[in-house]
């Protein structure tokens, strides 16, 4: 293989047409006051191809070479693609760039030489992949395989290989040749499946269950845990089984909606064309930097049995903009009374719409399209997320234009407590509070001086070969969903983030 120098390779600086985003997996929050921070990132996973046609001659009947991945990576079924594993990096909140490093090796056997490809990296600044190649016995370190078309859910992002990987796979051809889609996500951690034999150390008991009332723990006036194992005090102790436990239908105790309505168009309202804002009220509030919605208290009736579910939503969005001398708006809309509609997993959002102070009541903005059509409850919670929602005859017109019918909106999360215990997600204080540390630290990052949970009245922006924060916080235990990225009025999430490479 001729030697080339990823040092000696001239770098251009990336063109940013627009700011992109990624959906960032959990983590900790170390950012603090103004500091900028490089926070840790783990457990992810990287799924790339290199490119179809590449395997298919490899393992074909001319070639007839092979494949094998090792040490923490695997190839699908039916000579399908590559995926590296335990990926760990960093998010730099200064930059908002995110670079992460993969476990495995692949062996491609072709034409009796063996080519290994390892120490897979990702980096979203440089929007490439590169990896440490062995061939001939030489090997050369982060190699530059493809560009990577950014995009905001880090998923089936498009490539273009590079003169280098042209080089290492051995044709003229695959210089600026599409690639095969490449995913960077979090790995879903495993859990342990359920048993019924004692803890490890506690034998087991014969002694059969016993009348008393079990001691009660002198601060809570609770029972105490008791240290029996007999099957029958599981059974009754489950929360499957309890008195609180929700039924197959009923009313709904509580819940709430997370809806962003569409991305493009908040952009547009505090942009500089509209130069407008936001207002989130009643209940309702907005994430940090001009994030989504989310609308709160719910109240309606669910049928597991039949899957159907009818939720309204307390709080209320306005949206201002193009202000003239006077103090009036062009634009003034009004979003309350959020209800959503499931039956089969097909249905319907509707809203009362104000706009330029003309009420209509229950508005069908979106039609609903969830991934499943059952309904299912979890510790008495039924929740969805990425609902598909696409705007409707009468949404097209409440938005005066803006979308035509059947535009994509962004997806609708939904979570409703079936019963009065029932913790939602997020619920909790300690949840709270990463939030708010976490839009404090943003804030404080971008300088941008957004505010949160009431108004959404700031853009935000990202430095050159970056990865823009206009939807997220820097990543916490909350952020798992996707987050916004900063486009025109009208536009699709995705910015392709291109380079011009020569080769060394």
Not at 179 to 187: A, E, N, R, Y
Not at 397 to 412: C, K, M, Q
Not at 449 to 471: D, I, N, Y
């Amino acid at each position: 293989m001729a030697a080339t120098s990823t040092t000696a390779r001239r770098r251009l600086p990336l063109a940013l047409t627009a700011a992109v985003a990624v959906a960032l997996g959990a983590c900790a929050l170390t950012a603090t006051g103004a500091q900028a921070a490089e926070v840790p990132l783990k457990d992810y996973q990287l799924t790339w191809g290199i490119k179809e046609s590449f395997r298919n001659y490899v393992t074909g009947a001319f070639a007839q070479g092979s494949f094998t991945a090792a040490d923490g990576a695997s190839q699908a079924d039916d000579n399908g693609a590559f995926t590296f594993t335990s990926g760990t990096g960093t998010y730099e909140s200064s930059t908002h760039a995110v670079d992460l490093a993969f476990q495995g090796t692949l062996t491609i056997a072709l034409h009796g030489t063996e080519i290994v490809l390892a120490d897979v990296k990702f980096d979203s600044a440089d929007a490439e992949i590169t990896a440490d190649v062995t061939k001939g016995g030489t090997t050369e370190q982060d190699v530059p395989l493809a560009d990577v078309t950014v995009t905001q859910e880090m998923t089936a992002m498009a490539t273009t290989l590079t003169p280098e990987a042209a080089t290492v796979f051995g044709s003229s051809s695959y210089n600026g040749a599409a690639g095969d889609p490449l995913s960077v996500v979090q790995q879903t951690p495993e859990t342990e499946p359920p048993t019924d034999e004692p803890p490890t150390g506690e034998p087991p008991t014969d002694q059969p269950p016993t009348d008393e009332p079990p001691a009660t723990d002198p601060a809570t006036g609770n029972p105490a845990p008791t240290d029996t194992n007999s099957p029958t005090d599981k059974a009754t102790s489950s929360p499957s089984t309890s008195a609180a436990s929700a039924a197959t239908k009923g009313e709904i105790a509580d819940g709430t909606l997370g809806w962003g309505v569409k991305e493009s168009f908040r952009t547009y309202v505090v942009g500089s064309v509209a130069n407008g804002k936001i207002t989130a009220s009643g209940g309702a509030t907005q994430a940090a930097d001009n994030g989504v919605f989310t609308f709160t208290d719910a109240t309606g009736t669910y049928d597991t049995d039949a899957d159907t579910l009818a939720a309204a939503f307390a709080g209320a969005v306005n949206f201002k903009g193009h202000e003239a001398a006077d103090g009036t708006y062009g634009l003034d809309l009004t979003l309350s009374d959020v209800k959503v509609e499931l039956d089969g997993g097909k249905g319907e959002l509707t809203a009362d719409v104000t706009s330029l102070g003309k009420e209509t009541q229950d508005v069908p903005l979106a039609d609903l399209t969830a991934d499943s059509a059952e309904l299912t409850a979890e510790d008495d919670l039924i929740t969805l997320d990425d609902v598909r929602a696409t705007v409707t005859k009468e949404g097209a017109e409440a938005f005066a234009g803006f979308y035509t019918e059947g535009t994509e909106l962004d997806p609708v999360d939904l979570a409703v407590a079936l019963t009065a215990d029932a913790q939602l997600p997020g619920g909790d204080d300690e949840s709270s509070a990463s939030a708010a540390a976490s839009a404090s630290a943003s804030d404080a990052v971008s300088g941008t001086g957004t505010t949160t949970g009431g108004t959404g009245t700031g853009t935000t922006t990202g430095g050159t070969g970056a990865l823009a924060s206009t939807g997220a916080d820097v990543p916490v235990v909350t952020l798992g969903a996707a987050v916004a990225a900063t486009v025109a009025a009208g536009a699709g999430v995705m910015v392709a983030v291109r380079r011009r490479r020569t080769a060394g």
